[in-house]
T-cell receptor, first 113, second 111 residues
Framework: AQSVTQLDSQVPVFEEAPVELRCNYSSSVSVYLFWYVQYPNQGLQLLLKYLSGSTLVKGINGFEAEFNKSQTSFHLRKPSVHISDTAEYFCAVKGGSQGNLIFGKGTKLSVKP | DGGITQSPKYLFRKEGQNVTLSCEQNLNHDAMYWYRQDPGQGLRLIYYSQIVNDFQKGDIAEGYSVSREKKESFPLTVTSAQKNPTAFYLC??????????FGPGTRLTVL
């Protein structure tokens, strides 16, 4: 069975500072990995995904993530955050093309001026 | 303009009532999903459907029911058997292979 652990429930950071949101997963099969962002009282928006190929994945809004198979991690990074990045971020894993999405419990990013 | 719509945005239910949440998509996706979101719990899968007239239970299906009579529509009924229905409900659709796309959500409150 797959599972996803987001190691930090809340991450406070100052504007223009770098940020890393951590995500670890467990799976016995090859996986697809996703990061979604949720603004208050809205649905989830896809930030980026890893299906195969290059382990460094670039997404929208200047975010990127690196798939590390040996460490079973898929950490999300941004070199310089903005106030508008304040939101909740969800990591999700899918066991190949047939499995369902399994979500982590989310990390609330709070960007302060 | 393609996308997923959910209605209503806010819904209030008295105890003992059944309520139905609407989800419609015009993305021509075969697969549709319902999730429940509670604070600090992430998203949990209630039901999913890979094709019209077929659906499967997810991890927390008790107290919920669905139908999939049309490709575009996947309504969710929250029955009186669901003991703690207050939550944010999210509908999603996808090709069934990789990415799921989410609607704006319905916030259900039991009075």
């Amino acid at each position: 069975a797959q599972s996803v652990t987001q190691l930090d429930s809340q991450v406070p950071v100052f504007e223009e500072a770098p940020v890393e949101l951590r995500c670890n997963y467990s799976s016995s099969v090859s996986v697809y990995l996703f990061w979604y962002v949720q603004y208050p009282n809205q649905g989830l928006q896809l930030l980026l995904k890893y299906l195969s190929g290059s382990t460094l994945v670039k997404g929208i809004n200047g975010f990127e993530a690196e798939f590390n198979k040996s460490q079973t991690s898929f950490h999300l990074r941004k070199p310089s955050v903005h106030i508008s990045d304040t939101a909740e971020y969800f990591c999700a894993v899918k066991g190949g093309s047939q499995g369902n999405l399994i979500f982590g419990k989310g990390t609330k990013l709070s960007v302060k001026p | 303009d393609g996308g997923i719509t959910q209605s209503p945005k806010y819904l209030f239910r008295k105890e003992g009532q059944n309520v139905t949440l609407s989800c419609e998509q015009n993305l021509n996706h075969d697969a549709m999903y319902w999730y429940r979101q509670d604070p600090g719990q992430g998203l949990r899968l209630i039901y999913y459907s890979q094709i019209v007239n077929d659906f499967q239970k997810g991890d927390i299906a008790e107290g919920y029911s669905v139908s999939r009579e049309k490709k575009e529509s996947f309504p969710l009924t929250v029955t009186s058997a669901q003991k703690n229905p207050t939550a944010f409900y999210l509908c999603a659709s996808g090709t069934g292979v990789d990415t799921q796309y989410f609607g704006p959500g319905t916030r259900l409150t039991v009075l």
